[in-house]
């Protein structure tokens, strides 16, 4: 049976920490997480500030179900991973590949707003200087047009694995798979849709993309993996190393798993909340997250901005049950 927790227990057993980035990620240098130090272990509340309270209950349901319910089995210890590179300067890219030993695929931001084609083109290529598997990640902040011309100057010097939400919606991601021969993966598609399953039953994508809290926890990534026929990457959305954990915990669960997942981003983090585990070989292992007491007290988020968050869990818990 669920154990359905209290708001005031849940209150009681929050620790909200600020966590300094490597590189600009999203638009932002620092990650805000609150952490519940459950009775089943460490949950992690990590919903954007833009996203309304709707959105982050799903997050806030993924916190309350690691903190709170028993895990499911598994069927591997290691996860393989891919290399994370943010939208940097193809300078850089060294750089941020030292931080991902082994790795055999990477996964290389493209589309920024202010960036060209070009700079993208540069940085895929400096990538695959290093890395045999390249896939990209667009965010949607392509037109179907923009893709494909994308998708001919990015295969010029070599083949992708996927392109990752080349297209904001469902339509563009279809119309767009008739039209390259790069295979598409949906990410936004799945976790901001109504309907998840939805990219699937139009053809409109060849990976799906599932990451543990925008879907409300790991039980809820394994049941829509259940109803879905093409491959699975288990990705992070800018954990920190008690969600990434629980990552590594969906991804183990899989019955089947083909691909290389997209947990490897604790590498783009100053400090985390536990000692930092290094990808040996491109594997990361698999097993629960207990943060350091020193480092939650050195990482602690300003008084204004627990009580922020304190703010938030009140309002999206409603929304959970």
Request: glycine share 6%.
């Amino acid at each position: 049976m669920d154990i359905v927790p209290q708001l005031d227990d849940i209150l009681d057993r929050l620790r909200v920490v600020a966590l300094p980035m490597r590189v600009r990620f999203r638009g932002i240098t620092v990650r805000e997480v609150a952490l519940i130090d459950g009775p089943a272990g460490w949950g992690e509340f990590g919903a954007f500030p833009e996203y309304e309270p709707p959105e982050a209950a799903h997050w806030l349901a993924s916190a309350l179900e690691a903190a709170y319910q028993p895990p499911p089995p598994v069927h591997r210890d290691r996860i393989p991973i891919n290399a994370t590179v943010p939208a940097v300067d193809a300078s850089r890219v060294p750089e941020v590949l030292a931080r991902f030993p082994g790795a055999r695929t990477a996964k290389v931001k493209v589309a920024e707003p202010g960036q060209t084609l070009a700079d993208d083109v540069e940085r895929v290529n400096a990538v695959r200087a290093s890395v045999p598997t390249v896939r990209l990640d667009a965010n949607g902040g392509w037109s179907v047009d923009e893709a494909v011309t994308a998708a001919t100057a990015l295969t010029v010097d070599g083949p992708l694995e996927y392109l990752e939400q080349p297209c904001a919606t469902v339509p563009e991601l279809a119309e767009l798979r008739r039209r390259v021969d790069v295979p598409i993966a949906a990410d936004e598609s799945i976790r901001k849709a109504d309907d998840p399953l939805r990219v699937v039953r139009e053809n409109a994508a060849d990976v799906a993309v599932l990451k543990v809290a925008p879907l409300g926890g790991v039980r809820a990534l394994l049941a829509i993996a259940a109803q879905i026929d093409i491959p699975v990457v288990v990705s992070s959305a800018l954990d920190s190393a008690v969600g990434i954990a629980r990552g590594l915990l969906a991804a183990a669960a899989l019955p089947d798993l083909r691909h290389a997942c997209g947990l490897g981003t604790g590498g783009l983090f100053v400090e985390d909340v536990a000692e930092p585990v290094r990808p040996q070989d491109g594997y990361l292992p698999v097993g629960p997250v207990v943060p350091d007491p020193a480092r939650l007290g050195a990482l602690a988020a300003a008084p204004e901005r627990r009580e922020w968050w304190i703010d938030r869990v009140r309002a999206c818990y409603p929304l959970t049950r």
